[in-house]
């Protein structure tokens, strides 16, 4: 009996031995994975490895950054409500404030092309579709006309709009300026 128990207690030893290098070596895999992990692209790792991350900083992040996330929302640039805007826009106060454009661009009907293609009758029309200026690809892809609201979004941050535009200008930020401008753009044929 006392070999017999003193057997089955080798057989549980051997048994638990075996359960041990199992699990020991699962965790010397698993550790190799985390190992190798980051030398994958940040952006394959990011889902996995910054979810428990962000869970962890949640605490303390998510309640700052929840009431900034609808600060910038309700400030938010509104290409429509400038559209909307344009409408009732004062274009005299428009043809000042395109004063910033001019370097660039000739608002004349029949005006030239000057490092800006010329904007008479751009409302509306194709984008980069004026004769005898060279646009950059980034302009050709877009497509579509010049709708009031396009032109807003592209006046008010034109790299935003289209990453890789030759236009270098900041872009103008205050929506009712904006409205103002379209409405003098619009009014150039
Ligand atoms: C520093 C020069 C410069 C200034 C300043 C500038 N632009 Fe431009 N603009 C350009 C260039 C260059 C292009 C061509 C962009 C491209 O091909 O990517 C362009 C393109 C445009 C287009 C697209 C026209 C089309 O035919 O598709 C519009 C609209 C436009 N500009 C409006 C404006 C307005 C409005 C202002 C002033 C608020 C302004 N730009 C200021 C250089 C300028």
Redesign the pocket.
Known sequence: MRIDSFEVSKIVGAFLCAFLVIVGFRVALEIGEHDKAPEKPGYVLATPEAAPAAGHSAGGAAPAAAPAAPAPAANAFDPKAVADAAASGNAQAGQK??G??A???SAEPGGPNK???N?AG?VG?P????AG?T??D??KAKGGD?TLED?AV??HNPKGF?AG?????PG?ADPGDLAD?LAY?NSVK
């Open positions: 404030i395109f910033k454009c370097a660039c661009h490092v800006g293609p904007l751009v029309r984008k980069a579709s004026h200026f646009y950059s980034a302009l010049w032109l592209f006046i289209v535009t030759k236009m270098l200008f103008i401008l753009l």
